[in-house]
């Protein structure tokens, strides 16, 4: 299948602002990330709290300008459009954000919520607000609740709204950033389904950002792991699942209580220290502060992209010598 | 901290630079030629021109700006065009007066809010309480000048106990006694909104103390009444502080009507007079001075704040 | 902005009108008409402000023409129920007069601040950056000044005037204004909304228009309530020192300004007029409270 959404070695960096503008130090939030999209197919993206998540989903949304890299919608780089060109490719992508309490505004009704986005692609008011309520019904919000304010709606509820504001503009791709995190657990399992049933529907590409494995475990066909800003796995989700490779990958899977009984085969110890901070993250490795098969070679170099098995890589120098990735457990 | 001092002293310059700046805008506004008023009127275009040149009438806005702050720097204030004194020398008496009419006003205010105030927050039911509530919607609603007659046509009209002008009696040999009897109307007066502004602001804050854990600690623990109070007391001052400093700015500079209806002295009734003879000079020099004053208040304000509680200093 | 919203909402496409949600309105009147002192001092207000604009029906006499034989009367007097001033005029129909201007210069400053300082906060705060910097630390100089002289200091150079005191006052109240936008703004720019509205492409016009303004409007209209108050004390106040209409002309801050020299004549002869600038002061302070705790708004 073709790849319909890439990012080719994404960086960003925020610089930090000390007394009098001065600028303090930077942090480096996303750090040279690639990935693929396939058409159809769903990326799911891990990490812990703060490892650039929401920056990358906010770089190709274009909502912050990269330092560096490219983001390719089926084969053009995005990121230098400008004008109406920009206009067409932004309704194809469309985002949900995390909090339902905060991502739609509370003095529009539900109804107009949704129809912003399109009136404001010159749809007029009248035929922006039947496209609304259509997919406020395809989101499964009974028509009643239409005009409606959002304050009289559930933390799900609104999640639908949300949702059907990204879909009313027809997009091709949805980035959902911990769309589902914020709400309670049996609301988390009807809108993860609604997101299926969706996706099916309407023939969405997915991102699927979130920090619970099991939620991306359920969602996606590839995973991509990320770590202090940086890309430490990925590959195919059954691959991911059943057979970790990076440290960091394995250490998240062991903290987790896991759904499946006997399915912990890797040995027992949680991430041990703490997050560094990302002004100056750690040299080489990132995670090599905390691993706990940390090695001398960690600290000097970049560790390399190893290839474990078609289209599964992990970036750690235990896996360097070809054909013996097999070194641990 | 005392990098903390010199960083607020360090941002104060250019709000008082601003502050000139708008003082000497003031006086371009004024409509009609500057010149018009000094010169006679049978006064030659020659005359004029002389006039002008001397005045530096003639350079550019920036130079005449330059030339005015350099002036006023050296304590420079000019000449009041209809007293022909120093405006400098005018200024400075009045706003020692002010001063006293403020400090009056404050000690009237400050100690009578804050029984109103602690007395309410504790018996919420009380008369006081009431009273209380009705003080602090009057003082932030009443208009002082207002305040200023209707005392006069009471204590001093009708019931001839208080002196209504001045501050001191006929000949002016009456002392100090004397004075503070010319005083108490003017510091009522004066002090009416802040006295509603503090009484509210105390009440809440004390009633959100009596609430606060350490509080039910003691009272548990079988303290008695006047050692919470203490505690109370002790834990509000910060607050209770910084609006009083900031009130006492407000009361430096929101005097101008109290002192014109009392003839009180000082830098309000000053700007009133020059304001019926427009005579701009006075009426510049002494909004710049009362903001002056005003600046540094705040300033000893916030320094103060930062002593009591050194959190602010970070912030 | 409220009628903009429920205008968009009576656009009926799919539903009845029944259906129309307008309780928010119902919700804020009805929290409203619960606080009683509002309520009352609202129903008050409505009628001080009625009766000055229909002075022309109601007055008794003529606000300009007195028997200087019959001055100062006191209240209660016969054929003049407020008494009369030093001129011999009657004082209720120079209330009702006086009151149209006073009540105009209190809400006219407020309004022109809430527009000007209102979109220069917004400005601020949605662009942030320079813009920003500029505009809020300009306006920071203004609060170096006791608000009272700086009015006194602008309404004396602009001159004599109402029109200069409301320019004078409006100028007090733009930085205020400016700064409880500003935050306002600041607050909802880091919505999550926001940033939704930008990836449909959403120009700025539009995010503040239907983003921006309906959600810090409230908070930047309740403020303001709150400054029509202090407004006009402030004017009545700058009237009172001789910088507002000329005589005849009533107003009531000017005429308190006459009226106190007869003070040691008659004692009793100021509080009317300035019975009439606390008393709208204070029922605008409780409607403004009561506006306040209706939109649940802290401040
Ligand atoms: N606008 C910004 N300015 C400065 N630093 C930022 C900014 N946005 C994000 N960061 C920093 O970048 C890093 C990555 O943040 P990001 O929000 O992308 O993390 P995340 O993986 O989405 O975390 P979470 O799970 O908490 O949402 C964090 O250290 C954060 O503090
Ligand atoms: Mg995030």
Redesign the interface.
């Known amino acids: 299948m073709e790849n319909i959404l890439e990012g080719v070695n994404i960086s960003k960096s925020f610089p930090i602002k000390g007394f009098l503008g001065k600028t303090k130090g930077t942090v480096s939030a996303v750090h040279d990330v690639s990935f693929s999209l396939k058409e159809q197919a769903t990326l799911g993206i891990v990490g812990e709290s703060g490892c650039g998540k929401s920056t990358l989903a906010r770089l190709i949304m274009r909502l912050i300008q990269t330092d560096e890299g490219k983001v390719n919608y089926r084969g053009e780089n995005i990121l230098n459009l400008t004008g109406s060109k920009l206009q067409d490719v932004r309704k194809k992508i469309q985002m949900v954000f995390q909090n339902p309490y905060s991502s739609i505004n509370p003095k529009l009704s539900i109804i107009d919520n949704v129809a912003f986005s399109l009136w404001e692609n010159g749809v007029p008011k009248e035929e922006a607000r039947k496209k609304a309520l259509y997919y406020l019904d395809a989101v499964g919000l009974p028509k009643s609740y239409a005009l409606r304010f959002p304050s009289s709606l559930s933390g799900g509820q609104r999640q639908r709204v949300a949702i059907a504001r990204a879909l009313v503009l027809e997009p091709e791709i949805v980035i959902a950033d911990e769309a589902v995190s914020a709400l309670d657990k049996s609301v988390q399992a009807q809108v993860l389904k609604l997101f299926q049933e969706l996706k099916k529907e309407f023939s969405l590409s997915l991102i699927f950002i979130s920090h619970d494995l099991n939620v991306v475990e359920y969602m996606s066909d590839e995973v991509m792991v990320m770590y202090l800003g940086k890309v430490v796995e990925k590959g195919p989700a059954v691959q991911i699942y059943s057979n970790p490779h990076h440290p960091y990958t394995q250490a998240l899977f062991n903290s987790i209580p896991s759904m499946e009984v006997g399915e912990s085969t890797l040995n027992n110890s949680p991430i041990n220290g703490e997050l560094p901070s990302p002004m100056n993250p750690p040299s080489g490795c990132r995670f090599r502060t905390r691993c706990p098969l940390v090695t001398e070679k960690c600290a000097g170099d970049l560790p390399p992209n190893v290839e474990i098995s078609p289209g599964h890589t992990a970036a750690c120098v235990l896996y360097e010598r070809v054909g013996n990735e097999k070194v641990l457990s | 901290m005392f990098q903390f001092i010199l960083k607020r002293c360090l941002l104060m310059i250019?709000?008082?630079l601003?502050?000139t700046?708008?003082?000497f805008l003031?006086?371009q506004?004024?409509?009609g030629d500057p010149v018009n008023t000094i010169l006679p009127a049978d006064a030659t275009e020659e005359d004029r021109l002389r006039v002008e040149q001397e005045l530096g009438l003639d350079q550019p806005l920036v130079v005449q700006y330059l030339s005015w702050l350099g002036r006023t720097l050296e304590g420079d204030f000019g000449r009041s065009i209809i007293k022909q004194l120093e405006v400098g020398t005018l200024l400075f008496d009045a706003m020692k007066n002010t001063f006293i009419l403020a400090i009056g006003a404050a000690f009237f205010s400050f100690i009578l809010s804050l029984i109103i105030g602690v007395y309410s927050a504790y018996h919420p039911k009380s008369w006081i309480a009431s009273f209380g509530n009705m003080i602090g919607?009057?003082g932030?609603?009443?208009?002082n000048?207002?305040a200023a007659?209707?005392l006069?046509?009471?204590f001093s009209?009708?019931l001839g106990w208080l002196p209504s002008t001045g501050m001191s009696g006929v000949g002016g040999g009456g002392g100090s006694f004397d004075m503070l009897k010319h005083m108490i109307l003017p510091s009522i007066a004066a002090g009416m909104t802040t006295l509603g502004v503090m009484t509210r602001m105390i009440r809440s804050t004390v009633i959100d103390l009596l609430q606060k854990d350490f509080v039910i600690t003691l009272k548990a623990k079988g303290a008695s009444s006047y050692i919470i109070l203490m505690h109370v007391l002790k834990n509000c001052t910060p607050t209770i502080l910084t609006v009083a400093g900031l009130q006492f700015?407000?009361l430096?500079?929101?005097s101008?009507?109290v002192e014109?209806?009392f003839s009180w002295p000082g830098v309000g009734q000053l700007?009133?007079q020059?304001?019926?003879q427009r005579d701009?000079p006075i009426?510049?020099a002494?909004?710049l001075m009362?903001?002056i004053v005003?600046?540094l208040l705040?300033l000893m304000v916030d320094l103060l704040h930062a002593v009591i509680d050194p959190r602010v200093r970070h912030a | 902005m409220i009628t903009e919203n429920t205008g968009q909402l009576s656009n009926p496409v799919i539903l009845n009108k029944e259906e129309k949600e307008d309780s928010r309105f119902k919700e804020f009147s009805r929290r409203f008409l619960k606080n009683r002192p509002a309520f009352l001092a609202l129903i008050l207000l409505g009628i001080i402000v009625i009766s000055t604009i229909m002075a022309p029906i109601i007055a008794p006499y003529d606000p300009y023409e007195g028997e200087i034989t019959n001055r100062l009367q006191v209240i209660g007097a016969e054929g003049h129920i407020l008494g009369t001033d030093e001129q011999g005029r009657d004082i209720l129909s120079r209330i009702l007069y006086g009151g149209q201007l006073s009540l105009l210069a209190g809400i006219v400053p407020v309004l022109i601040a809430g527009l000007i300082g209102g979109s220069l906060g917004v400005m601020a705060g949605y662009f942030g950056g320079m813009i920003n910097t500029i505009i809020m630390r300009t306006l920071d100089i203004f609060y170096a000044f006791p608000a009272i002289l700086l009015a006194i200091g602008i309404s004396a150079a602009l001159g004599q005037g109402i029109d200069n005191i409301i320019i004078a006052i409006s100028i007090v109240f733009i930085p205020p204004v400016a700064r409880i936008a500003e935050s306002a703004v600041k607050e909802v720019r880091e919505e999550e909304f926001i940033e939704a509205a930008r990836t449909t492409g959403a120009k700025n016009f539009s995010i503040i228009r239907y983003h921006i303004l309906m959600n810090i409007f409230s908070r930047v209209f309740v403020y303001c309530t709150t400054q029509i108050s202090i407004s006009l004390v402030l004017a009545s106040g700058l009237s009172f020192l001789g910088l507002g209409v000329s005589p005849p002309t009533a107003e009531w801050g000017v005429m308190l300004n006459n009226l106190k020299e007869q003070i040691f004549i008659n004692p009793l002869v100021t509080v009317i007029p300035g019975l009439f600038i606390f008393i709208s002061a204070l029922t605008i302070n409780l409607v403004a409270d009561g506006f306040r705790d209706a939109l649940e708004i802290k401040q």
């Open positions: 250019p709000t008082l601003g502050v700046i708008i003082v003031m006086l506004i004024v409509p919607l009057t932030v609603s009443i208009p000048f207002w007659l209707l006069i046509g009471l009209v009708i700015g407000y430096i500079g929101g101008v009507l014109t209806v700007i009133y020059a304001i019926s701009f009426i510049q002494g909004v009362v903001s005003f600046v705040n």
